[in-house]
């Protein structure tokens, strides 16, 4: 089972291919930062094997999350405030998990074949 786990923003989640995920803010295209990968068989971690991975997904909603009443009181002294705050959110469904290099290297060993004859 392929799985990633993303940072995005301050957050780290983990994901697989057609999972639906929110990620904090309001963005048409919302940026990942990819910690670990994990195809089935082998395991990616470290900048330099992790740029290769590539993570197709499609923004399905964008929208705020429920109202939470913050509140502060002084006793005794007639001090009474309330305020409330909603979260912004964007849901992102993640299409494909994938390693760009496989591509590469296939195409390598194409190159090589060719040069060979």
Partial sequence: MKYAIIKSGSNQLKIAEEDTIK??????KPSFEVLFFNDGSKIFTGKDDLKNVKVAF???AAGKSRKINVGRFKAKS???KTRGFREQFTE????KISFGAEKKE?????KEKTKAK
């Fill in 78 to 80: 007639r001090y009474d």
């Fill in 23 to 28: 990620v904090l803010g309001h963005t048409d």
């Fill in 106 to 110: 296939i195409a390598k060993k194409v």
């Fill in 58 to 60: 499609s923004v399905v």
């Fill in 92 to 95: 992102v469904n993640i299409s």
